[in-house]
């Protein structure tokens, strides 16, 4: 029979950081209630806009430190940490959401309306990059337990003589599996960037499910060779999971890349701040 797959609960290292990236939420919550009304209000002071504007500023760059740090202490083989990297990304889409407001309430003055139009389109990029990235964890969360599950499935593991009834047993629950994660990815729609990863993925599976229903069509007497059959077909599929399952690797590695660019743009950005 195939093993129980288990969830095991391992605490984030860094704990630290969801209460940093809290705190700063709060602070630019609060700071984008009281910084005004809006458009209409009176316009501010370059000095006094360069102040607001720091505070905001520094403490998206402060936070975005944290989240780059925190992808490298993730495998992606490692599915129980993707919820907790997920819930870094989501607090740091809310950030980026609570940055944006706070500099839309401003009214800065007219030496300042480029950057300030600068720093609001790098705020919502930076809100749209984390909200892909809460939507992309949230697809490897369902994906890398099944990919994991293709090395325990029961054909792979019967014993080199098993009976027939073994063998259709066997195959009877690896079509099961198969069919009920097929179904679990049907409505599934994922980030446009990962459409071929996920379809891929249902390939996978697809190709696993016609080639257990084979062995399950075997004729009486033929069961062992088909068996065999099987097990030469699935080195390669096997592979091709593991494949999949180093994709999510490669991906976070390139969010933590385009999180690089943010902080790029962030300090450029900064710089023109201390030069208002």
Request: glycine share 10%; charged share 30%; with cysteine.
């Amino acid at each position: 029979m195939r093993r129980e797959k288990r969830r095991i609960a391992r605490p984030f290292r860094r704990r630290s950081l969801y209460s940093l990236l809290s705190l700063a939420t709060v602070f630019l919550l609060v700071l984008s209630c009281c910084t005004g009304c809006g458009r209409g209000s009176e316009t501010l002071s370059a000095s006094d806009y360069q102040k607001r504007i720091s505070e905001i500023h520094d403490g998206v760059a402060w936070d975005l430190g944290y989240v780059i740090e925190s992808l490298g202490e993730v495998s992606g083989d490692e599915y129980y940490h993707l919820q907790e990297v997920g819930e870094v990304f989501a607090r740091a889409r809310d950030i980026f959401a609570g940055a944006y407001r706070a500099l839309e309430a401003l009214d800065p003055p007219e030496e300042a309306l480029e950057l300030h139009l600068d720093l609001m389109h790098f705020y919502a990029d930076g809100e749209r990059e984390a909200g892909t990235m809460v939507n992309s964890l949230g697809l490897f969360q369902i994906v890398l337990p099944m990919l994991a599950d293709v090395d325990n499935l029961a054909l792979p593991s019967l014993p080199d003589q098993p009976q027939p009834q073994e063998i259709r047993g066997a195959a009877e629950e690896d079509r099961r599996t198969m069919e009920d994660y097929l179904r679990e990815l049907e409505g599934i729609t994922p980030p446009e960037d990962l459409r071929e990863y996920l379809e891929k993925v249902r390939g996978l599976f697809g190709s696993l499910r016609d080639m257990v229903s084979g062995v399950l069509q075997a004729v009486p007497a033929k069961e062992l060779e088909s068996l065999a059959d099987f097990r030469q077909r699935f080195v390669p599929v096997q592979g091709e999971a593991s494949g999949l399952r180093g994709t999510v690797q490669a991906y976070l590695v390139g969010a933590g890349s385009r999180i690089d660019g943010l902080i790029e743009r962030g300090g450029e950005l900064a710089a023109r701040i201390k030069r208002l």
